[in-house]
T-cell receptor, first 112, second 113 residues
Framework: LAKTTQPISMDSYEGQEVNITCSHN???????ITWYQQFPSQGPRFIIQ???TKVTNEVASLFIPADRKSSTLSLPRVSLSDTAVYYC?????????????FGAGTRLAVHP | GAGVSQSPSNKVTEKGKDVELRCDPI?????LYWYRQSLGQGLEFLIY????????KSGLPSDRFSAERTGGSVSTLTIQRTQQEDSAVYLC???????????FGSGTRLTVV
């Protein structure tokens, strides 16, 4: 399983764009990059997943460069409710067996 | 159901007692996972069930921990002779057998006193 490295914590202010970068230097050909969000006292929630280039949904964008050794989760115009822990994971597509290993994540604090 | 349901939401038990934690996955989800999360920490993988395959028990911390999944649906995590270090939130998740995301329950907060 590819190891991921991301900042322990980040601070931002309401209305700003937040970019959280994750490095995964030993990512394999069949691996996908997946991000989860966890609020206090809740289980993690799937945010976005991608393989290469850019993926966008109603919550976030995910930017993946050509070498795929890193990825950046972009949250546009954050609000106080975006304060959470964000986990970057690398998921190997193996025809059904997908065991997610969570690291420590990035603790994002959004300030007024 | 609409989501993953876990019960109880909170459990306080005395050291040395056995506890059972229940997880009802989303209907039709073939994969089911148990994790635990200590206060302020990340998620620790415990066990994984996929269809009729043998479960991946590689994350169970000791032989006091066991889990079963009956009829490919409901799962029970059992902790025997609980210790104070077992205190944590136990999270269950289910998914389809593909790359779509896991859906987590809200967890069971276990406190061993």
């Amino acid at each position: 399983l590819a190891k991921t490295t991301q900042p322990i914590s980040m601070d931002s202010y309401e209305g700003q764009e937040v970019n959280i970068t994750c490095s995964h230097n030993n990512i394999a050909t069949n691996d996908y990059i997946t991000w989860y969000q966890q609020f206090p006292s809740q289980g993690p929630r799937f945010i976005i997943q991608g393989y290469k280039t850019k993926v966008t949904n109603e919550v976030a964008s995910l930017f993946i460069p050509a070498d795929r050794k890193s990825s950046t989760l972009s949250l546009p115009r954050v609000s106080l409710s975006d304060t959470a822990v964000y986990y970057c994971l690398v998921l190997m597509f193996s025809g059904g067996y997908n065991k997610l290993i969570f690291g420590a994540g990035t603790r994002l604090a959004v300030h007024p | 159901g609409a989501g993953v349901s876990q019960s109880p939401s909170n459990k306080v038990t005395e050291k040395g007692k056995d506890v059972e934690l229940r997880c009802d996955p989303i209907s039709g989800h073939t994969a089911l996972y148990w994790y635990r999360q200590s206060l302020g920490q990340g998620l620790e993988f415990l066990i994984y069930f996929q269809g009729n395959s043998a479960p991946d028990k590689s994350g169970l911390p000791s032989d006091r921990f066991s889990a079963e999944r009956t009829g490919g649906s409901v799962s029970t995590l059992t902790i025997q002779r609980t210790q104070q270090e077992d205190s944590a939130v136990y999270l269950c998740a289910s998914s389809l057998a593909d790359l779509r995301g896991y859906t987590f329950g809200s967890g069971t907060r276990l406190t061993v006193v």
